[in-house]
C-alpha cells in the first residue's frame, strides 16, 4: 500500500502563503486519486482539494481562488500551493489517496499521511 509523508507546514500571517508537498512510495499518476483534508480543532474533516485518476481537479469552495492543487509525477509528489492565507485555514492538513471509483467519488480516501500543521495568524 502507498506510504504518504506531508511536510511544509508551518505558521504564517494572514495574507501569506504556504506550500504543502506530499510525497508518495509508489507512482501514483493515473493509478490513484489524491487530495488534501484539513481538520481543525472540533469541527469535521473536509476535503480542500482532491485530483482525480485522469488529472480532474476540485476544490473547496473556501478555497477556490486561493488553493491549488499540483503533481510532480517524476517525484511523486502531490503539492497544495496556498496563498492569501486566512485565519479560518488554520488545520492540521492531510495528504490522502485512494485507488477505486467508489472511495475517490465519495472522497472517502483509503491512506493517509500523518499530517502538517498550519496555522494562519491575524
Known amino acids: 500500500q502507498v506510504q504518504l509523508v506531508e511536510s511544509g507546514g508551518g505558521s504564517v500571517q494572514s495574507g501569506g502563503s504556504l506550500r504543502l508537498s506530499c510525497t508518495a512510495s509508489e507512482y501514483t499518476s493515473r493509478n490513484y486519486c489524491m487530495g488534501w483534508f484539513r481538520q481543525a480543532p472540533g469541527q469535521e474533516r473536509e476535503a480542500v482539494a482532491t485530483v482525480e485518476k485522469d488529472g480532474t481537479t476540485d476544490y473547496a469552495g473556501s478555497v477556490k481562488g486561493r488553493f491549488t492543487i499540483s503533481q510532480d509525477n517524476a517525484k511523486n509528489t502531490l503539492y497544495l500551493q496556498m496563498n492569501s492565507l486566512k485565519p479560518e485555514d488554520t488545520a492540521m492538513y492531510y495528504c490522502?489517496?485512494?485507488?477505486?471509483?467508489?472511495?475517490?467519488?465519495?472522497?472517502?480516501?483509503?491512506?493517509w499521511g500523518q499530517g502538517t500543521q498550519v496555522t494562519v495568524s491575524s
Open positions: 490522502a489517496a485512494s485507488r477505486t471509483i467508489l472511495t475517490c467519488e465519495r472522497k472517502e480516501y483509503t491512506f
